[in-house]
């Protein structure tokens, strides 16, 4: 199988990056295998319970980057109880006792704690890029110790994480000698950070090309830190709240139009809508645009600003843009490839959008290929529009905001508009349902979503046909999570061996039973089968024919975790 | 099995904070058969044609507005940066008047709105009288800011006033012996708002 000596595959390998490139070159033969494991540098774990820091350690031994998902998907929308697990800490420890240099770790809904974060600062001399997403269990100690000890930090991005602030100025710890930050994003923190070290910050960061503020920075200081730094890409504004006559404003105006080079915008933490002019001259350059969290942007404002972009790849947006809002962007943004539509209230503002906008944006954005869509009413004709027009779906979520909505027009389920749309869009790789469905919408997905992925499923279906459909016909299937559907053990257990297949399932308020669950931990020992139970009472035992209110089951090399909490029990 | 259900309701979701799963409807859950998957689906479906019929809000009230736990999916991180920026009460206390009231910032579109809130309030106790002749108003509208400060109400654009502002008070002039209690800019249009 060699003709060429190590060092030469070596050099090939080189040329493969992808985590599954690389795992179909593992598998070629023995020697393929040793070649890769040394020459591995970045590796992806999206389920951390799924193999012990050790092994992984222990097989890629150059590990420089690792990527690390914690927590189920949906404890998102707080389903998961406190204090279900996904620790940092075991890595952060397995790590430093090795000699593994690492330079980058990305995370996803795990627990990191202070502790966790110092070690990881003095663990690592060339570490250089932290990025945190729906983490939580860390204040801004933690980030001190990252800003004091990792001397070539080049990157350290929070994103949606619950952080406490101890109001003690980490952002001043970074050391004079710190030059190298490439992107910082503190967008998420709550306190206040020490203006003057930051602008010293931001002037000693030739290279600094994302920067995302919180909301405590204030508008003059905004304009200082982009005169200091022109070469910026992507800017995260904090507070954008300002007199219009003052000077502050006026300077900012000025400021504005030198910074040519922002392609990405993002923040207005806090907005006072006559301001947003002063950005329009930045707009045309634009790709990317994030106002889902700018609460203080009214709907005509928006659509004021959108006009100015016609370069816009991505859009993620608050409903209250609305169908006519989302008309000027089909007109108005040719390009766009990614839109995200966020409800502005929980329940939906009903002047907000419906199938008419996402039916405009279909006609007019013909390369769109992601869309998570939150609105008040979806018809079957307006999915079937969609489908025939943006054929290239990759990712399709839509919300309708009432659960088991039909079709308002013809009181019918949605199973038709979906059918259409996973017919229509071969590539689809993520689908999120919602709104009335019956277990035919789950026939067409057996059959036609061939390249489906991750699958999320609320308030659907009729029996354990549904499920099975899924399971049977999604040969791609990763991720599948249900909640409050009828699905029972007759679906869980038909096909057992399908789930080593498959990253994940979740399910929660439907027909389980734990008899089911014991069942088909005993037959599949390479899944954990873990059942919550939150009942108060300490000295209630399971009984087989209860029903589960919450189930999550993973494959796993790692056999049952040691940390799990009380209310768990792994079957 | 206990169906969860959401009803649209205009302004009633936020006013409802009891998260509860069960039928929209109240009745006890021992009731509804488990099996009939179909058949309580299609009640929960009956029952909310019934609502889109009667759509004025009062009818609404009959059937208590359920929240769903963790519905709309909506992570939430973005619920508590988003959507709870739609309510801001602050107290509100006028010297002289024997209990407090709270009001919705959010609610106001400005001071004049607010003004006229105050009116509504307090009227009983004298506003408007007291607020009539702007140069020798009875009283004066303070605020307590994000920093613990007392400030003037009406120097600040609103925006800016309803992000800071943690409570409000009527104070009487005579409290404020030789501060300089001019009206300025906005807070002139919100005296003449109230003397209107």
Redesign the interface.
């Known amino acids: 199988m060699n003709y060429f000596p190590d060092e030469v595959i070596e050099h090939i390998f080189d040329y493969v990056v992808s985590h599954r490139d690389r795992n179909a070159l593992s598998l070629v033969c023995k020697s393929w295998y040793r070649i890769e494991r040394f020459t591995r540098q970045r590796v992806f774990i999206g389920n951390c319970y799924s193999i012990t820091p050790e092994r992984l350690i222990q097989r890629f031994p150059g590990l420089k980057s690792l990527t690390l998902k914690g927590k189920p998907h ?1 404890a ?4 998961v109880p406190y204090d279900w697990g996904g620790f940092l800490c075991p890595w952060i420890e397995a790590l430093a006792k090795s000699r593994v240099g690492l330079e980058e770790l990305r995370l996803k809904r795990m627990v990191v704690s202070d502790e966790s974060l110092e070690l990881l600062s003095r663990s690592f001399t060339h570490f250089k890029s932290l990025v945190l997403v ?1 983490c939580e269990g860390f204040t801004t100690d933690g980030l001190a110790a990252i800003a004091a000890n990792c001397r070539f930090l080049r990157e350290l991005d929070l994103q ?3 952080v406490e602030d101890h109001k003690g100025q980490w952002l001043s710890c970074f050391p004079d000698s710190c030059t190298s930050l490439v992107s910082l994003n503190f967008a ?1 923190l709550k306190g206040e950070v020490s203006l003057g070290a930051l602008e010293r910050l931001v002037a000693r960061s030739p290279n600094l090309k994302s920067l995302k503020l919180n909301r405590s920075v204030p508008l003059d200081a905004l304009q200082r830190i982009m005169m200091r730094a022109p070469q910026l890409a992507d800017l995260g504004i904090g507070s954008f ?1 300002h ?1 219009p006559d003052s000077e502050a404003y006026i300077r900012l105006k000025n400021t504005i139009l030198k910074c040519k080079s922002i392609t990405s915008l993002s923040g207005f ?5 006559h301001c947003l002019a002063a950005i329009y001259p930045i707009c045309p350059n634009l790709t990317s645009l994030n106002l ?2 700018a ?2 942007i009214q709907g005509s404002e928006l659509i004021k600003l959108i006009r100015h972009c016609g370069k816009l790849q991505r859009l993620w947006i ?1 409903d209250c843009i609305g169908d006519k809002g989302l008309g000027v962007v089909a007109m108005t943004c040719k390009d766009l490839q990614e839109l995200r539509v ?7 503002n ?1 002047a907000a959008v419906t199938e008419k906008g996402l039916v405009a944006i279909s006609m007019g954005c013909p390369k769109l290929h992601s869309l998570l869509y ?1 609105c ?1 009413q979806m018809t079957n004709a307006a999915l079937i529009t969609v489908a025939k027009n943006c054929p290239n779906f990759i990712r399709f979520r839509l ?1 309708i ?6 079709d308002p027009d013809t009181l019918e389920p949605l199973d038709e508009g979906f059918g259409a749309i996973v017919q229509s869009c071969r590539r689809l790789r993520r689908l ?1 349902l919602s709104g ?1 469905l019956t277990d035919q919408v789950f026939l067409y997905i057996g059959m036609y979503a061939e390249q489906l992925e991750m699958l ?1 499923i ?2 659907a279906g ?1 029996s354990d046909k549904g499920m099975l459909y899924v399971l049977n016909g999604c040969k791609k299937l990763r991720k599948l999570e249900i ?2 559907c ?1 699905f029972g053990n007759m679906a869980l257990l038909t096909d057992v061996g399908k789930y080593e297949t498959m990253r994940s399932l979740w399910m929660s ?1 439907c ?1 389980v039973t734990v008899g089911a669950c014991k069942l088909l931990a005993k037959k599949m020992p390479r899944l954990n089968v873990e059942i919550f139970n939150e009942n108060e009472q300490e000295d209630c035992s399971l009984e087989d024919g209860q ?1 589960v209110e919450k189930m999550y089951l993973y494959r796993t090399l790692a056999g049952k975790r040691k940390d799990a909490p009380e209310y768990v029990w792994t079957l | 099995m206990l169906l969860l259900m959401e009803k649209q309701g205009l302004g009633l979701g936020l006013e409802i904070t009891e998260l509860r799963l069960g039928l929209p409807c109240g009745e006890p859950v021992e009731k509804k058969e488990k099996k009939e998957k179909k058949r309580v689906f299609s009640e929960i479906q009956a029952g909310d044609d019934d609502d889109d019929e009667n759509s004025s809000s009062e009818d609404r009230k009959v059937q208590t507005k359920n929240q769903v736990v963790g519905w709309p999916p909506l992570c939430s991180y973005r619920k508590k940066n988003t959507v709870s920026q739609t309510k801001k009460y602050v107290k509100v206390s006028m010297d002289g008047a024997p209990f407090l009231r709270k009001i919705d910032l959010a609610m106001h579109k400005g001071y004049s709105d607010l003004a006229l809130s105050f009116e509504n309030f307090f009227s009983c106790y004298g506003i408007r009288e007291a607020l009539k002749d702007a140069d020798n108003a009875e009283h004066v509208p303070i605020y307590e800011d994000k920093d613990g400060d007392w400030m003037l109400v009406g120097d600040v654009p609103w925006e800016m006033f309803i992000e800071s502002c943690k409570r409000l008070r009527i104070m009487k002039r005579s409290d404020a012996k030789g501060f300089d209690l001019q009206p300025k800019g906005s807070l002139k249009g919100f005296i003449e708002g109230v003397t209107k």
Request: aromatic content about 14%; overall charge negative.
């Open positions: 949906f998102d929308f707080s389903l729906s949606e994480n619950e998420c709240v007199d933490l806090e907005v006072a809508p889902s969290y609460a203080g608050m966020f409800p502005s209230a929980p329940y939906g009903p939150f008040h919300c905001l009432e659960a088991l909505k039909p999120s009335q999320s609320a308030f009729e909640r409050d009828p308020s027909e029903r």
